[in-house]
């Protein structure tokens, strides 16, 4: 996770919102089970909104995503607070696991969690990495229960980031050959290339942020 500026709301939902939601609560109530339409809130202009914001990325575990793959995720959930189901602000881009695998808020509460849209909190002020796995920073109660809520130490997850630290480190590993054969050190370019591994468009970057801070000064 790592902190997202949120874009300007999509003008679909910015003129249809009220009226999508209205039309929704009073299906509510003749059934209170009903599901909003996913062909609404999950309209091409707002995800595309959604997949600008996050780099094609899941905003909770920053696997990068396919246009089939991204699903919406409610952040609060639609049963909890159904006059949220079609605010902008509401609206986050997720896998699929992320979705399916997060613990309901009445198990454990957003607010006791990190937001990804809330700029007062800084995931990587409570969450950091040893290699590929995820911890709580300096015991952060916060980063505790978002690793939590959102199953950010699955197994799936260790795999993806193992995966992606072993393709950094034959990345750095050419270079440090090359620059060896060649007599020389690394140049801007190569520098630049190893620090994008920590840049908010890569894949897992807050992991490769942990990772990059211990080695290029400044970088976290
Ligand atoms: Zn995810």
Redesign the pocket.
């Known amino acids: 996770m790592i902190g997202l500026h949120r874009l300007a709301e999509p003008v679909v939902l910015a003129e249809n919102g009220e009226r999508w939601l209205e039309r929704y609560l009073e299906q509510r109530r003749r059934n209170p089970s009903q599901r909003p339409d996913a062909r609404q809130y999950g309209h091409r202009e707002i995800r595309n909104a959604l997949r600008a914001m996050s780099f094609y990325k899941?905003f909770?575990?920053e696997?990068k995503l396919s246009e089939l793959e991204d699903e919406i995720d409610h952040y609060i959930e639609v049963a909890e607070s159904p006059e949220h189901a079609f605010r902008w602000g509401n609206l986050y881009l997720?896998?699929r696991?992320?979705h399916g695998k997060k613990l309901p808020n009445s198990s454990i509460p957003v607010e006791e969690c990190l937001n990804p849209c809330d700029h007062s909190m800084l995931p990587a002020a409570h969450l950091i990495f040893s290699d590929e796995i995820i911890r709580p920073k300096s015991g952060s109660r916060m980063g505790a229960q978002t690793i939590r809520k959102y199953r950010l130490d699955r197994d799936q997850l260790n795999y993806l980031r193992l995966k992606q630290l072993q393709r950094f480190e034959r990345f750095v590993r050419d270079l440090y050959i090359a620059c060896a054969r060649e007599g020389r050190p690394f140049t801007q370019e190569e520098k630049e290339a190893i620090v994008s591994f920590g840049q908010a468009d890569h894949e897992f970057s807050l992991m490769f942020r942990s990772y990059l801070a211990l080695v290029v000064p400044g970088m976290e």
């Open positions: 899941c909770y575990c696997r997720c896998c696991d992320c």
